[in-house]
């Protein structure tokens, strides 16, 4: 295949074969082209010498559709592409990294790239050699030739020393609230996975309120049926479900709920029963002016009810530690075709990536996110955090993460103010959000932020909207929506492909 791309690559001078997508539904092989306008033009007739070559030495057994992207040498939207390419995808190298700190230089078809570095991401970056993985990655979206070296920045100021004199993250906390929650313990899962410690006081909710955990006992439960209708190969079939309509009790007030559960798990319903208590993790809906509840899933539990009395800190001034960017792609720019799409309200899609799947015991080593307002990304926040204990092995086998990565790193007291500044007014929004959100609730326990954030769950979007796939892995859906997924498991990765499912499923 290797030798084929070389052949389509030399028919012309300034085109370069990217990649190419195969359509079984239509038997369409879409194959992607950049070129350079200086040196190529897309005429009908060099289209129809490619669809030769590719007949030729590919086969004609498929359908071709070419498509052939304009990326003139600019040196604007090189320095764009480059930074958003280091922060995406080399996170390692961007502490204090912006955006004045990329140099580009052209000559003809060759590009010179000159990165300033913090000293710790300079002496990591070169004694890896990473300047080739950079060239790589260029490569993939440019006709040229790139040579990338680093620079040492001076005189960079220890971000630790700014924090140790900086008391507004020390103190500002506001006035004490009181509220009612309840502990719950002795948890064994019906249906679905629950990761919650408390529930809310539901007799307060007065709205639709998203994403959060009730708790009470079971005072009826039936299993009912609904038809739903699916279109496979042009035809259109129906089906029939199973959900289950079920009602709890906490002190006076009932709350009736329903489950929608997936196939596998339908049986699983009869375990309900009158008198039992459970916890619900779901969403309240308002309908003719009554509230319900909508459970994603539901456990046996033991609860007790308790009467805190907390306070808060505020909302830092500035931003101390991790200092969010701007964030530049080419699907945003215009470079690419792409369809406008907005909608109201400001979100923060995230990730995080941890030592283990204990949100109690385990530490959060790297948070990535993306600020979406009007249906754009529009900031992006990213920092390695230092755990206090070790990584383990596994971890840096599956994510990349290594000691060396985040020795340097602030710890996540430093971490967690500039978050929930750069979180602040925002709707959370993560890939099997639970997981997230639980980590952080438990560090900003701790610490004395109060991280009440509306939540939104794309898995639980992606089996709405794009109902029938094998699983709901983010891997899966960001394939199946055509979305990019580089370096997965690395935080900023995973947000960024996150928030482009969001704004797809939106």
């Known amino acids: 295949m290797q030798n084929i791309m070389e052949v389509l690559n030399n028919i012309f001078d300034g085109v370069r074969f990217k990649d190419a997508n195969y359509r079984e539904k239509d038997n369409v092989c879409s194959v992607n082209f950049l070129y350079n306008p200086s040196s190529f033009k897309p005429t009908d007739e060099n289209k129809e010498e490619m669809l030769k070559n590719l007949k ?19 040196k604007r939207e090189i320095a764009n592409h480059t930074y958003t390419t280091l922060v995406n995808n080399f996170p390692a190298l961007t502490k204090n990294f912006t955006y004045d700190d990329v140099k580009v230089e052209i000559n003809n078809l060759s590009v010179n790239i000159s990165l300033k570095l913090s000293p710790s991401s300079y002496d990591y970056a070169t004694s890896l050699k990473r300047e080739d993985l950079v060239e790589t990655k260029l490569k993939e979206s440019f006709f040229a030739d790139f040579h990338v070296t680093f620079d040492k920045k001076e005189d960079e100021i220890e971000v630790k020393d700014v924090i140790a004199n900086n008391m507004e ?7 004490a609230e009181e509220k009612t929650v309840y502990e719950l313990s002795n948890i064994t899962d019906i249906i679905g996975k629950n990761e919650y410690t408390l529930a809310i006081d539901y007799s307060k909710v007065n709205s639709a309120l998203e994403n959060v955990v009730i708790c009470g006992t079971v005072t009826n439960n039936q299993k009912k049926t609904y038809k739903r209708s699916y279109t496979k190969n042009g035809e259109t079939k129906e089906i029939e479900k199973v959900f289950y309509s079920f009602s709890i009790k906490n002190g006076d007030k009932v709350m009736y709920c329903s489950i929608f559960p997936r196939q596998s798990d339908e049986l699983k319903g009869d375990l309900i029963e009158v008198g039992m208590n459970v916890c619900c993790f779901g969403s309240f809906r308002e309908y003719n002016g009554k509230f319900s509840f909508n459970a994603f899933s539901i456990a046996r539990c033991e609860y007790k009810r308790e009467e805190i009395k907390s306070g808060f800190k505020h909302v830092n001034e500035e931003y101390h530690t991790v200092f969010p960017e701007k964030y530049i792609d080419y699907e945003q720019s215009g470079l690419f075709d792409a369809q406008d799409k907005t909608f109201d309200g400001t979100y923060v899609v995230f990730d995080v990536e941890t030592t283990g799947l204990d949100s109690l015991k385990d530490e959060i080593i790297e948070i990535g996110a993306c600020k979406v307002t009007n249906g754009r990304i529009d900031e992006i926040f990213s920092t390695f955090v230092k755990p206090i204990k070790k990584i383990p092995k596994e971890i840096t086998e599956l994510t990349g993460i290594t000691e060396e990565m985040v020795a340097d790193a602030p710890t996540i007291n430093y971490v967690l103010p500039d978050f929930y500044k750069f979180c602040y007014g925002s709707t959370l929004v993560a890939h099997n959000i639970s997981f997230d959100i639980g980590f952080i609730h438990n560090i900003s326990k701790r610490l004395s932020y109060n991280f009440d954030h509306v939540l939104m ?3 639980e979007m992606a089996r709405e909207k794009v109902p029938g796939l094998k699983n709901y892995k983010l891997g899966t859906v960001v394939e199946k929506l055509g979305i990019v997924l580089d370096n997965a498991h690395r935080a900023i990765n ?10 797809k499923l939106m």
């Open 56 to 74: 030729k030495y590919v086969g004609d057994y498929v359908n071709y559709e070419m498509v052939f992207v304009s990326c003139p040498l600019d």
């Open 169 to 175: 993250l020390l103190s500002s906390i506001k006035e």
């Open 457 to 459: 769950d794309t898995i």
């Open 494 to 503: 995973d947000a960024t492909a996150t928030a482009k499912v969001f704004i």
